[in-house]
Each structure stands twice: as C-alpha cells, then as structure tokens.
C-alpha cells in the first residue's frame, strides 16, 4: 500500500514538473505583434512641446502630401490597433490639427483641444527604445581613383520582389515575411539577393554599370547604408543628394552588438561615434565587423530630401521612423523619450526630456516592433552627435480626430 502510494505521489510530481515546463515555455512565448495588437486606446497624456510650429506645419504638408497621391485610396482601412480608421480620416485629422495648429500656436489652448478632440493610441509595448538617425555627409566622385574607390550602388537590374502576401497560402501561416527580396537565377530559380560581403568584398556588382558616386571613406558608405540618406560633396564642388531605394532583403545585424559580445565596447558606452572611433584605429578590423551584419542598401539620386519611406521629405525632430507593418503611415503622433545634451568636448553631460508631436514617415531595417522607434535629427554635426548617442527609453502616441 505504501508502494503504491509513493508510486502515485511520484508520478504526481512528475506530472506537475512536465506541467510546469510547458507552462513555463507558454509564458516565455514571445508576442506575435500584429497591427490589431500594437496600439491601445489610452486617456490622453500632459502634452508639452517646446519647438518651433513651422517645423510641425511642414511635416504635416509633407504627410498630406503622402495622403494626396492619386493611388492612395481614401476609403482605405488602416489599423489604429482594433479600430479601423480609413485614410481619408486619418487626412481629415491632419487638416483639422494643422488648422488648429496655425490658430491657436503651440499654446495651452491648444494642448487642451487636442485632448479633448483627438483618440489617443500608445503603444502596446512596454517599454519603447528610442534611437535617432540622421543625413550623412560624405565625399565623393563621379569617377573612380585611388582616394575614391568605394561606391554607392543603385538598385540592380537583377534584384526581384517577391509579394508572398499576394499568394492565398499566406494568411494561413504565420510568420512568413510579406515580401523576399532575391535574384534569378541562370536556370530561374529566385535565389536570395547577394549579402554585403559578397558585393564589397567578393565584387559580384562590379563591372555592371551601378555605381552613382564613389566615396573615399568605406566608414562612411557603411554608416549611410544605415541612415539612409545623405549628401555626397563631390570633387568638383557640387554636391548629390542620395536616398534608399531598396535592400538586398537580408536581415539587418546591428555591428555594435558583436563589438559588445567581443568586448571591445560595453552597452553603457556605446554610441556611433564609438563605433566609428574603434573602426578608424583598427582597419584591419573593417571587414570581419562590417560582414556581420548582411543588409545592404542600394541608392537613388534625389533632388529634395531626405525622403522618408512614404516618399516624402523628412523634417528634424518632426519625423519618425517606425515598424512599417504594425503602425498607419503619414499619421500623427506625439513622443516622449530624451535627448542628450553634449559639453564643450562633446560628451554627454546629461540627458533633457524630450516630447512633442511628429509624423510617422519613416521606417528602417531596425526598427521592428512596438518596442522601437526612430527620430530624425538632421543635417550636420550636432544631428550626427545627437543620432549617435540615442538609445532611451520613451514611448510615443498615435492621435486620429474624433468626429463630431
């Protein structure tokens, strides 16, 4: 009788460990973010915004701009987390909050009317990181020499979308990616689109006519595939103005990540000036870290810019970069998170709140997840010194006007 009561007593304790593993694993499952679930209607918060109206009037013209197009359908249903807004809303929000916006100025009264006026959305994230990123500024040539030797492709020829979200198989598995990005074959088979060390290192672009420009920096060529845009000064005095057109489809490695798990740079003190100080000192260093991450960006040249991933121009510190599957395009928003504030040497001497309203148009290789967002910050130095140093925590709104 004892025997059999341990027996069960053990087989009990068995069965409660197998439980408790499973439901272990059930709570460490990782959230599968959709557009329905990364947005919370949310009471609106203390609004504060300290900058310049004109900035904020032209962000929004760029958003209508966006909104105006002839192939955006304005009964389309957009995702504000389970509500469906339709774009022609969500243009009518930006119209009655620039109108607002050029009557009463960044005031009280006005704070008060947006949060009485408009539905406000946070983001289902925790916790939101905020990075900055910038225009980068480069020197260059139209023709290839010894000082300038390292080129900025434009979009191959060869270089296919495929549209899985197209195909009717797709809704029924989770996961897929909505587009691949890949090369034909010689026997037409799509294959994955060449990684970053095969193209600057193995040379399968050279030869086909790709190049806009040739840079005399590999440093700075790797620091504009991850911003995106930039302005080349070219030998001859003029200057080109160059922006994404498109990826290799590989996914993006961030280099600072293998600089801390190497131990070159801890998480406290990194920053891209960091990066580009240990890179500068160790050439020989370049290629191992700069294959660590396979993405790659192919360019286009520009006249107005930097353009956004709507295709439109982005504005400094009105302008944001988010997850471009989870959040509405073109659409308003408020932030909060912080900014660094630089003494004479340029470092960080402390870190000032930051809020105000800005545009959603913008996306970028990193940025996935409502965990995640981006702030442009500009052309020049002090942009570059504040995109380089941002990594804080914050999180951000969406507003959408609530009709009468």
């Not at 990123?133 to 010894?146: C, F, I, N, Q, T």
């Not at 590999?218 to 000064?233: A, R």
């Not at 498109?246 to 801890?266: D, F, K, M, P, V």
Request: contains cysteine.
């Amino acid at each position: 009788m004892k025997k059999k009561y341990a027996y069960s007593i053990f087989l009990l304790i068995i069965i409660l460990l197998i439980a408790g593993y499973f439901l272990l694993r059930l709570l460490k499952k990782p959230i599968e973010w959709t557009a329905q679930n990364s947005l919370s209607p949310v009471s609106a918060p203390g609004i504060a915004d300290h900058r310049d109206v004109d900035s904020l009037i032209r962000s929004i013209d760029s958003s209508l701009r966006y909104f105006d197009r002839d192939q955006t359908d304005p009964e389309k249903l957009i995702s504000f987390g389970k509500e469906k807004i339709s774009s022609l809303h969500i243009k009518e929000s930006l119209l009655d909050f620039k109108a607002k916006l050029m009557e009463y100025g960044l005031t009280e009264r006005f704070f008060r009317y947006v949060k009485q006026n408009y539905r406000f959305y946070r983001s289902a994230a925790k916790e939101v990181l905020f990075t900055g990123y910038y225009e980068a500024d480069l020197k260059g040539s139209l023709k290839p020499s010894k000082t300038f030797h390292f080129p900025l492709y434009r979009k191959p020829d060869d270089l296919y979308r495929v549209e899985l979200f197209q195909f009717p198989f797709f809704d029924r598995h989770k996961g897929l990616p909505m587009i691949l990005r890949g090369r034909l074959s010689q026997d037409n088979r799509i294959l994955p689109y060449y990684t970053r060390e095969e193209i600057d290192y193995q040379q399968k672009l050279a030869g086909k006519n790709l190049e806009i420009a040739w840079v005399d920096n590999p440093v700075d060529v790797f620091f504009l595939h991850i911003q995106g845009s930039g302005i080349v000064e070219l030998d001859t005095g003029e200057t080109l103005r160059v922006n994404y057109a498109e990826s290799n489809g590989h996914s993006y490695r961030a280099i600072g990540r293998l600089l801390i798990e190497q131990g070159i740079l801890t998480r406290e003190n990194i920053s891209m000036q960091g990066i580009r100080d240990y890179l500068d000192k160790h050439p020989g260093k370049m290629q191992e870290i700069f294959i660590y991450n396979p993405s790659y960006v192919f360019f286009r040249v520009v006249e107005e810019g930097p353009m956004g991933a709507i295709d439109v121009p982005l504005t400094p510190f009105r302008s944001i970069a988010t997850d471009k599957y989870l959040f509405p395009k073109g659409a308003l928003c408020y932030i909060e998170t912080e900014l660094p504030v630089f003494d004479e040497g340029k470092k960080v001497k402390e870190w000032k709140r930051f809020s105000g309203f800005v545009l959603n148009q913008d996306t970028g290789g990193a940025i996935r997840t409502p965990r995640r967002a981006d702030l442009f910050t500009g052309y020049g130095e002090q942009s570059k010194l504040t995109a380089g140093h941002m990594k804080q925590k914050g999180t951000f709104y969406f507003l959408i006007y609530i009709k009468k």
